[in-house]
């Protein structure tokens, strides 16, 4: 709020959403930077937005020309005047029911923002906003990664991809895989990244510049190495059960899974299917294994462990992935970090260090 009071003379882009606004906003702020203009990413996604307004104020960096904020429902919740010029809502599922008490509750806070924004983008392919949104926002700009036919209004203006095309009304933009990302999550940011771009005035060579050179954002499907033919990957960032789903859609199977840590409320039916689908093992972690094991055995899912920390996670999947050929081991968690670490940051920052010193350990080994 008081970062907008400040920089409320400049256009924003404000993200929000319940999985994906991370990705969404770094890839926004890629493809503004390689247009030429001085547009950080700041808010939720770690800089804070108060730091870039006192900069702007004392003049020692460049002056801004757009603002891409990630913003939580927590940051919106406080926001009473905050009004962007385009705010996205990249997907919405049950979180943060500790705070915010009802479902209801939660939708109508994010949607607070899309109220107050000029323009509107928000993905199709979410169920729940799908199924709620399209009568709210009548002129918003939607998305699928389904094609044209799935989007759910106004056609000729929604992004939707098309034999691995990003297009809109007709115009093809960028082809779909030049995103060095896994998965149709990140499609999906991807498609939202490009219409904010597009809605913004970049021309189409900019966007592709950015999309081709962008590696992703840490914690968020990262992978740290590639180890005996096994890749290790860091989703330490999904902290719910829709986006550690999202996790395990995305990689290849038979997966090796370390989850657990401070549980948080939800459905966690889809994420166990998709475990029971994918996962070959699951290494229980923090004060949620003994839930999580309960919950897996209830499923009829037995290929699952309580190993109580990281440390023993890193040393068990080494010694499990070669035998029950793995193709992935991966940290997501569906937790919250707060019972072993200080941050999501933190829980895959170890996760990585771990990975590393075992890569060097084995390598010295005849």
Known sequence: ELAWRNLRHLPWICITGTNGKTTTTALTSAIFQAAGLNAPACGNIGFAACELALQEYQGIEKPLDWVIAEVSSYQIESSSTLTPKIAIWTTFTPDHLNRHYTLER?????????YQSQEQIINGDDPYLRETANQRWLSA???SVLGQEKLVANHELGFYIDNNWVIQNGNKIIQADALKMVGNHNKQNLLMAVAAARLAGIETEAICQAISTFLGVAHRLEQIMNWQGIDWI??????NY???EVGLSAVDSPVILIAGGEAKKGDDRAWINRIKAKAVSVLLIGDAAETFAKRL??????NFEIVETMEKAIIKSSEIAPKLGAKVVLLSPACASFDQYQSFEHRGDHFRQLCLELKKSQSGRV
């Open 297 to 302: 055995k209830e499923e009829n899912y037995s």
């Open 234 to 239: 860091n989703d330490s960032k999904a902290t």
């Open 242 to 244: 829709d986006a550690a």
């Open 106 to 114: 939660y939708y109508d806070i994010k949607a607070k923002l899309l």
């Open 141 to 143: 700009y939607w998305t």
